[in-house]
């Protein structure tokens, strides 16, 4: 156990707890406050914008349209038309909440922007009839151009009158002429009192709500540690070796109660090894946190080798530097690959990966992860091909073996050194299959034993059947093409034509299976068992093997 460092911060469960659920309680309710500080001032003002509109639009309608036309020197103010649009103006202010000035304008032969009737009563206030607007914005002006439409200002104006938020809506004449502009005034007092009072309303919900999110995260955080800390407890005690200590533990957390089942389990578990070592043994194994013992078992696993082809021409290719980055990008896909896929990266050898699939715990589909892996890692190294294209770096083509069979898995080595590692004859095999893609010009070869318990799930043709270096005994190899699903109908096809000549060619038959490899050969001229297997057709029909052959083919190299 190393010694706790002194200037380590130690902190109790139950503060850490409390301060994690208060600070996060206080840092969202405060982002919330901004937040919500932002939006209204925003909201806001939109609110107003979208009643102005909704005035605006509405009064437009209200005035009467030739009426409004007939009142056009100061004179006319005196004109029962005149009063009776001003009435109506009244009536549109009166019935409107939060409307400070309500009146009309239109533009003058000069081109510029004049009042017609304001239904302010005010005489300080009041604009007449012909009274020159000189401070127009451009969303005042933007009203008398086509199409004509509302307007309603984005920004607070001020002028002689005050500071405002203005709308403006068209009056149209019966023709679909413009003959005058309507304009709605807002105080900005009004709005930013609405927005005073709306912020100060979340204010106080917000300072509220800390309040309660801190008390109860206190109460939270205390509800959980309680437990925890007799866990710890009872743990502290374990590490002592004193196993006689029980204790119940009351909680509705799920994790708390499976914590203390495992412990219960642990507990149980030491006491029955204390029946088979000495007790000051297991305790000081515990004390000082290891477990170290040299054991292995036999297992059906199925193992996999990988080896980057050409990697000693590649790698005096590119500089160390370059290489040790590329291995490494190389090394991440694979490894996660296979552990995605449940399997057991066993050891890096040089450029080569070894990996198992059924140790160290049971898996029933080991040969079918294996191989969908294995897949799987071809279009890792596929995705890489791109970038190696783009910076002229040598693609890596990695070549692949499974074998599927009875190993020796476990702890391998001396008390020293241990390893979790498989040994034996499928290890070995899984290796040799690996080097037959290059002679067989492959990706990835499968044993016959693996392929067997793949063969409704995968693809796979039959490459030939071989006595590797070391073997006098052939066993049948098999290329894995793809998943069922995923394979296209051509190589579907083109698979079982090979897996056709494969069997013509085992019967002795040389002539139909040197047709059938010939026409693999005109789908895909480039393949090499199709071509290695018709020059072996050609050259039997004219050179007979003896009588005893069998159709084993003997490697000579590793």
């Not at 992860?369 to 294995?374: D, E, K, Q, T, V």
């Amino acid at each position: 156990m190393q010694p706790a460092n002194p200037k380590q911060l130690n902190l109790t469960l139950r503060w850490s707890l409390g301060s994690a659920f208060v600070g996060l309680a206080l840092l969202t309710l405060l982002l919330f406050g901004v937040t919500t500080h932002l939006m209204v001032r925003t909201s806001a003002k939109e609110e107003f914008r979208h009643c102005m509109y909704e005035a605006s639009a509405i009064g437009a309608l209200l005035v009467d349209p030739q009426l409004h036309a007939t009142i056009r020197e100061r004179q006319d103010e005196t004109s029962a038309a005149y009063q009776t649009v001003r009435h109506q103006l009244k009536r549109i202010r009166n019935v409107t909440s939060n409307v400070r000035y309500i009146y009309t304008f239109r533009k003058n032969s000069a081109g510029q922007i004049v009042f017609i009737v304001d239904a302010e009563e005010s005489p300080d206030l009041v604009s007449h009839v012909g009274d020159v607007y000189d401070k127009a914005t451009p969303a005042m002006l933007s009203a008398f151009e086509k199409p004509y439409r509302i307007i309603v200002e984005k920004d607070f104006n001020t002028d002689q009158w005050g500071t405002f938020l203005s709308s403006y809506a068209p009056i149209f004449n019966k023709d679909g002429s413009l003959e005058a502009v309507l304009g709605v005034d807002i105080n900005a007092s009004k709005i930013i009192s609405h927005e005073k009072d709306y912020l100060n309303t979340m204010y106080f919900i917000v300072v509220v709500s800390i309040l309660i999110a801190s008390i109860l995260g206190l109460l939270f955080s205390k509800r959980i540690s309680k437990p925890l800390l007799l866990l710890e407890q009872d743990m502290s005690r374990i590490q002592k070796f004193d196993l006689d200590h029980a204790f119940d533990i009351k909680s509705h957390v799920r994790e708390i109660n499976t914590m203390q089942s495992a412990v219960i389990n642990m507990k149980n578990s030491l006491r029955s090894f204390k029946k088979y070592v000495p007790a000051e043994l297991v305790a000081e194994l515990i004390l000082l946190r290891k477990e170290a013992v040299l054991e292995a078992e036999k297992k059906d696993l199925t193992v996999f080798f990988s080896d980057i082809a050409g990697f000693t021409t590649i790698s005096e290719q590119l500089s160390p530097e370059v290489l040790s980055e590329r291995l490494g990008v190389y090394f991440e896909g694979m490894t996660s690959t296979i552990l995605q896929h449940q399997g057991t990266v066993d050891k890096f050898i040089g450029d080569a990966i070894m990996a198992f699939w059924g140790a160290p715990g049971p898996l029933p589909t080991h040969e079918l992860n294996g191989c969908r892996a294995a897949l799987a890692c071809q279009r890792f190294l596929a995705t890489m091909a791109p970038e190696c294209s783009q910076k002229g770096y040598p693609q890596f083509v990695t070549r692949m073996g499974l074998c599927s069979g009875e190993v020796i898995v476990g702890n391998m080595g001396y008390k020293d050194r241990l390893s979790y590692t498989a040994i034996g004859d499928t290890v070995n095999l899984a290796s040799r299959l690996e080097s037959l893609n290059k002679y067989y010009g492959t990706r990835i070869i499968l044993s016959e034993t693996t392929r067997a318990r793949v063969y409704d799930s995968m693809v796979t043709r039959f490459l030939d059947v071989v006595a590797v270096k070391g073997k006098q005994t052939g066993i049948r190899i098999h290329e894995l093409i793809e998943e069922q699903e995923r394979v296209s109908p051509a190589i579907r096809q083109f698979v079982e034509r090979h897996n056709e000549g494969m069997a013509l060619y085992l019967d002795q038959k040389w002539q139909p299976a040197a047709r059938v490899f010939e026409h693999c050969l005109r789908e895909n001229p480039q393949d090499q068992p199709a071509s290695m297997l018709l020059k072996r057709c050609q050259n039997f029909a004219e050179n007979p093997p003896p009588e005893d052959w069998n159709g084993i083919t003997v490697m000579k190299d590793k």
